[in-house]
């Protein structure tokens, strides 16, 4: 039975004193959730006030992105050992936004799993079709490059601290989201892929999460899907109230 995971990605949302009234009204009615992890990826500059908030729950605390080395000449870059030091223990790596507007490729973004992982931090890694891509019939051939791109060189025994996030760009801040037979279709190909790059027990244990206007009233069809096993949850994750009703799915 795979733990599930519920991941609010804030992006450029929150200022300081913001992000510490939402962490805390998280952590005063999400605290006592055991079976599931909880995280949170606020802005960069309010890491440490949102650990300090959640202090003493189980909500951990996320950055939105990292560069894949510990130190050097990088103009403001943000390293994976300084993210720890903030308090973070999970890391989103290759979502849409960083490959689709910042142009990252594969080798770069595979470079920072690997980074994370080395410094002890949790990745999760984004993957996902643009809308021309799945007309253009290539929805398949975009996930087998991602994943297998952004795992090279991630050896069977870290695999088990890895998460990955199925990330429709199509269904990311449009209101649009995949059905629930397109988001079980896709996360079943990519645990397929897993099992094929490691094996069977290993793609059963991996987590993988669905991300793509995830909402207080689709979320329990989605979770109620066999291969799907949290969610990366964009503007929801803004409303104390919505993000607390996605975290609290009805499980089938």
């Not at 090279?152 to 995949?178: D, H, K, S």
């Not at 079980?184 to 027990?201: K, M, P, S």
């Not at 096993?229 to 609290?248: C, E, H, N, P």
Request: hydrophobic share 45%; aromatic share 6%.
């Amino acid at each position: 039975m795979r733990r599930p995971v519920i991941a609010g990605n804030w992006k450029l949302h929150k200022t300081i004193a913001e992000t510490r009234e939402l962490a805390l009204a998280l952590k005063s009615d999400l605290a006592e959730l055991n079976d599931i992890d909880i995280v949170i990826a606020p802005p960069v500059t309010a890491l440490s006030a949102a650990a300090e908030a959640l202090a003493g729950s189980g909500i951990a605390v996320a950055a939105q992105n990292c560069y894949p080395v510990a130190s050097g000449a990088f103009t403001g870059e943000v390293s994976p050992p300084l993210l720890r030091e903030a308090g973070c223990r999970v890391v989103l790596v290759g979502h849409s936004e960083r490959r689709q507007i910042f142009g990252e490729s594969d080798e770069f973004i595979n470079a920072k799993v690997r980074a994370v992982l080395a410094e002890g931090l949790q990745p999760i890694l984004c993957i996902g079709e643009t809308l021309a891509e799945r007309e253009a019939g290539q929805m398949y051939d975009v996930l087998t490059r991602q994943l297998k791109l952004g795992l090279a060189g991630i050896e069977l025994a870290t695999m088990e601290q890895v998460i990955i996030a199925y990330e429709p760009v199509w269904a990311i801040g449009t209101g649009v989201t995949a059905s629930n037979e397109q988001a079980a279709e896709a996360h079943a190909f990519i645990r397929g892929l897993v099992q094929g790059l490691y094996d069977e027990e290993t793609a059963k244990a991996t987590r993988i999460l669905y991300g793509g206007s995830v909402k207080p009233d689709n979320v329990d069809g989605l979770m109620a899907q066999e291969d799907i096993d949290g969610t990366l949850v964009g503007g929801a994750s803004l409303k104390a109230a919505d993000f607390i009703r996605i975290a609290r799915f009805q499980r089938s």
